[in-house]
């Protein structure tokens, strides 16, 4: 369809998103206000086989038919890899932003107008609601860290689906961080790890070991995983002891 722009979307995500948002615009194209690609389908993290399609529809109103039509499209594009939409109003937006800082400053920074008006770009994130949740996440995470290697009992298989899997959510969290500092902010994971390296003037060998046995697929053995698990927690809880004592003043 004329009018979509998706020069900045990977090609193969860019193809199945095309049609989803070509359905979308001619079943309501007036309640539309803009369609995005989000998350890593606008990075080179993005991985045909193994990566999900995030978007993001704002609309003017909330319509439950909306929903229903949306819900019905699952069934074609859910299985090329299209996940079920975020729906939102700018209203919506702009009640949410001290709410959920990192969530929408990831979208801020790693999106692809393809439709409408460009609402993302124009939304503003407080430092002092970043730094309150990116604490937050912190120290969530390294509960939820510690119970999962607790519940592990030793299975090498599933220490290191633990360990792998928790990885995509420190990002988010990272990105924060940067944000805090007033660092730069890139888009792939890789050099994320560098920014926060460099900044801290810490190396992140723990961060990046475990994308790599992400990427390759290759589990290691057991010794090796228990030690990258020690050194997880010890970032983890000394960056949320500098995220504690970071202070952030409101405007």
Known sequence: MDGLNLSHTSIQAGKVVEPFFTDTINHCKEDIVSLYVIGSAVTKDFHPKHSDINTLIIVKTIKFTFFDFISLMGKRYGKKGVRA???????????????????????????QLVYGEDILSAINIEKADARVQCEREL????????????????????????????????????????????????????????????????????????LDIRRSGVRPPLDELKELFRGLYLELDGLAREVDEFEAKRP
């Not at 700018?90 to 709410?99: C, F, H, K, T």
């Not at 990192?102 to 920074?109: R, S, T, V």
């Not at 299975?155 to 961080?177: A, C, M, N, Q």
């Open 139 to 210: 120290k969530g995470k390294l509960q939820t860290l510690c119970h999962g290697y607790i519940r592990t009992m030793g299975d090498r298989i599933k220490l290191s689906e633990l360990l792998t899997g928790s990885l995509s959510g420190f990002f988010p969290v990272f990105r924060g961080i940067l944000f805090l500092y007033g660092q730069e902010i890139p888009r792939e994971k890789g050099d994320v790890l560098s920014a926060l390296e460099k900044y801290r003037n810490k190396d992140s060998r723990v961060f990046k070991r475990l």
């Open 85 to 111: 939409p975020l729906i939102m109003t700018p209203d919506y937006i702009n009640r949410s932003l001290e709410v959920f800082p990192l969530e929408f400053l990831e979208m801020k920074l790693i999106h």
